[in-house]
């Protein structure tokens, strides 16, 4: 445990240093509770070390064009 938060302390410093925090988008497309498990746990962690995080849940009906456009418009946003 130790070691873990010596690595996170590190992760959250060199972070605070940025111009801008960095960002992680997750695109969840028909979740399962398994999957919807380790996503919140990329949460939490994005939060203990200042990364912003954006998680995107569609049903598994979603067409490829919705799921194309949103990824598009996160590639272009400067929170990503």
């Known amino acids: 445990h130790a070691m873990a938060n010596d690595v996170l302390s590190e992760v959250k410093a060199a972070i605070s ?3 801008s925090p960095p960002g992680l988008v997750v695109v969840m497309v028909a979740p399962t509770t398994d999957t919807e498990i380790y996503v919140r746990k990329k949460q939490q962690a994005c939060r203990r070390v200042g990364v912003n ?3 995107d849940l569609y049903d598994r009906h979603v ?7 949103r990824i598009q418009q996160h590639c272009a946003s400067d929170q990503v």
Do not use: Q
Request: include cysteine; charge should be negative; hydrophobic fraction near 55%.
């Open 17 to 19: 240093e940025l111009a």
């Open 63 to 69: 067409s490829a064009d919705r799921l194309l456009s």
């Open 53 to 55: 995080c954006v998680v």
